[in-house]
């Protein structure tokens, strides 16, 4: 398959209320809601990114040529989605960069970005994809023919990867992807080791159903895909 870039995106929305005079019962007015309402799946030729404006852990990706990345604060301007701070781990380097800035522009079902992130090109247009697949559609085993790895999801949303680390944890629907929570050892480094948050989503490429798992935790990120079908 492709590779694929993955971005989990999450941002807080605050409404503003309004008030009365004191001799009166004040009345809450809500905010004005964002232009773009950018939550999804989107996909582009060798891109993948799902979006959570609810959540508030901040942004994950993976670009074709495995580095990692995840953004410190997302802020929705009309129809852009503004990015600020980039953590990249790559091969083992980890670089922070507070002031760089990513804008991801929304027309429909479309959704561009286009930045230079450590020197490297980063432009990707996307185009809004199906939900993630029910989870009784992709329990049972699974294999990564590439690097070898399976994963095991049973009907409880239990899930078990063997691949450079040994994964147990759980994934649990939320709107159009998962949210992952899992526990990670016998890495190759055991650096890896440890507890890790995520995003689960399904995609097609190129007519095969793949399974996008994207993890993060204080100082690694991991990513890796699965056929489910």
């Known amino acids: 398959m492709k590779k694929l870039v993955v971005v989990a995106i999450s941002t807080a929305l605050?409404?503003?209320?309004?008030?009365?005079?004191?001799?009166?019962?004040?009345?809450?007015r809500p905010g004005p809601s964002p232009t773009i309402q950018p939550n999804g799946i989107y996909k582009s030729a060798d891109a993948v990114m799902v979006i959570d404006t609810a959540i508030a852990n901040g942004?994950?990706?993976a670009d074709s040529t495995n580095n990692?990345?995840?953004?410190?604060?997302a802020t929705v301007n009309n129809e852009t989605l503004a990015l600020k701070g980039v953590r990249l781990w790559s091969d083992g380097l980890f670089v922070h960069d507070p002031e760089q800035a990513v804008s991801i522009t929304f027309d429909g079902n479309?959704?561009?970005a286009m930045a230079v992130i450590d020197g490297t090109s980063f432009v990707h247009s996307f185009t809004k994809q199906p939900d993630s697949l029910a989870l009784n559609q992709i329990?049972?085993?699974h294999t990564n023919a590439d690097d070898g790895s399976t994963w095991a999801i049973d009907s409880e949303g239990n899930i078990a990867i063997n691949g450079m680390c040994t994964f147990s944890g759980t994934l649990t629907k939320n709107n159009h992807y998962y949210r992952a929570s899992?526990?990670?050892t016998a890495c190759t480094p055991s650096s890896y080791d440890g507890n890790y948050n995520g995003a689960a989503f399904t995609v097609s490429d190129g007519g095969t159903i793949q399974l996008v798992g994207a993890l993060y935790n204080d100082t690694n990120m991991i990513w890796g895909?699965?056929?489910v079908n």
């Not at 605050?14 to 809450?28: K, M």
């Open 59 to 61: 942004v994950l990706a």
């Open 139 to 141: 329990t049972g085993t």
């Open 68 to 73: 990692l990345y995840s953004f410190d604060s």
């Open 182 to 184: 899992v526990t990670a």
């Open 14 to 28: 605050l409404a503003a209320c309004g008030g009365g005079s004191s001799s009166s019962t004040p009345t809450p």
């Open 225 to 227: 895909t699965v056929p």
């Open 110 to 112: 479309t959704a561009s």
